[in-house]
């Protein structure tokens, strides 16, 4: 009995063994140094070891194990993998105005797919959405997902939350085509449900328009469209169900009733005035600052038929715009990178890093701006932004140093997304 009971338990160990989940294999990336975001430091010839996706531990000068897979980055600068917290995946600079009509709707879909693909070779891993047509991007971001196309993670919005005839309403077309937005709302309490419409169809962050903007007509972007009160139920519905929130706002009174009303981070900001800087100062609002778009628009945009209206009110806040960025910054607000692309191209938004620092940042700053800074306006700190145990291994790789030269990140030479290498040159 006591030989039949010891077969049994080798029996159970066995097939205990067979059973249990093969050992996670290791990647290793390597390289000459790496930028350590949060204390600014070079790392010397880092080893970063990754398991199913994650970093599991990030050594100095050791080396990988005998015939482990490695992906060697020797000769470049190893970063984590950019965030850019203001995208619009759905759209391209190149079909302005009324051009966009010529397609079927499903044509944005299709953009979107290439979009994505472009950014997360320009370097960007994470993505925030904010803004679509006909829920395009929750698509799109299934689709990388389940590994069918390439792409960033995406943190996206759906449809953007507005008043009737305001910027995020459709304003381009006649009566008698009876376009609206599904997302629009007149009262507290409508904009509450447009929140709970937009979180059953998918969204991870809340998208309101507070003020007029830009690229719609019969707005102007200092001018509030949403009140106080409407904007603090949209807040506080959002934050119910666990979601941030965004807020489009140029206009300055706009500006101060998103952050009175608890608004997570404030887009474009661009004619912010020094009650709302104090404001975001105390409130600890992020501000999102799209301060390189407008040379591309006023370069391109009326042979992509951009409208004048909107090349005019472009035209006529740009400058204020990245004036303001440099007084919020140097008065303390917290910043993050925004490109809003799809007003320009999304594989060229890493130039913008060089305005960052031409309008006040240190190249440390403005990558912090892109890394640490966005995971933390995302919710997502320690988990994108940082390479470090327990965060997504998403790297990039230039060949220079952008501590010292910050354009290095508009051309990213590799991208590693998730353990993997998605891009190099």
């Not at 759905?90 to 079927?104: A, I, K, V, W």
Request: charged fraction near 25%.
């Amino acid at each position: 009995m006591r030989a039949s009971r010891i077969s049994a338990a080798v029996t159970l160990a066995l097939l205990s063994l067979a059973s249990a989940p093969a050992a996670a294999e290791t990647t290793y990336v390597t390289g000459d140094r790496m930028l350590d975001v949060e204390t600014g430091r070079y790392i010397a010839a880092p080893l970063i070891a990754i398991e199913d996706g994650k970093v599991v531990s990030v050594t100095s000068g050791a080396k990988a194990p005998e015939g482990a897979e490695v992906i060697d980055l020797a000769g470049h600068t190893i970063l984590p993998g950019l965030i850019d917290m203001h995208v619009h995946l759905d759209g391209r600079p190149e079909y302005g105005g009324y051009s966009d009509l010529q397609f079927t709707d499903r044509f944005a879909t299709v953009l979107g797919v290439e979009n994505a693909r472009r950014m997360l070779n320009a370097g960007f891993t994470t993505v925030r959405n904010l803004g679509d047509g006909d829920y395009n991007v929750a698509g799109i971001d299934q689709a990388i997902e389940q590994g069918w196309v390439p792409g960033p993670r995406i943190v996206n919005a759906n449809y953007a939350l507005g008043a009737t005839g305001g910027h995020c309403d459709q304003t381009y077309l006649p009566p008698s085509f009876d376009a609206k937005s599904p997302a629009v709302g007149d009262s507290p309490e409508e904009l509450r449900k447009r929140v709970r419409e937009q979180r059953k169809y998918g969204a991870e962050v809340i998208k309101v328009c507070a003020t007029g903007g830009v690229f719609s007509r019969n707005t102007e972007p200092g001018q509030p469209q949403l009140r106080e009160e409407e904007l603090r139920a949209i807040a506080e519905e959002a934050h119910f169900w666990g979601l941030k929130t965004a807020a489009h706002a140029h206009g300055a009174e706009g500006i101060k009733n998103a952050i009175r009303a608890g608004i997570d981070t404030i887009e474009h900001a661009s004619l912010v005035d020094d009650e709302g800087i104090k404001l975001a100062v105390q409130r600890g609002t992020y501000f999102s600052m799209d301060i390189y778009n407008t040379d591309y628009t006023q370069a391109t945009g009326k042979a992509n038929g951009v409208l004048e209206e909107n090349l005019r009110k472009d035209r006529e806040i740009a400058q204020i715009q990245r004036d303001n960025f440099r007084k919020a910054h140097k008065a303390g607000v917290k910043m993050v990178f925004a490109s809003d692309a799809g007003v320009m191209p999304h594989e060229d938004v890493g130039g913008q890093f060089g305005v960052m620092v031409e309008y006040g940042m240190t190249p440390l700053e403005a990558i912090r701006a892109a890394t640490v800074n966005a995971a933390a306006a995302l919710g997502q700190s320690g988990k994108v932004g940082v390479i470090k145990p327990g965060a997504w291994a998403d790297l990039i790789a230039v060949d220079g140093d952008p501590l010292a030269d910050v354009g290095e990140l508009a051309d990213v030479d590799a991208v590693v997304k998730g353990g993997r290498l998605v891009s190099a040159d």
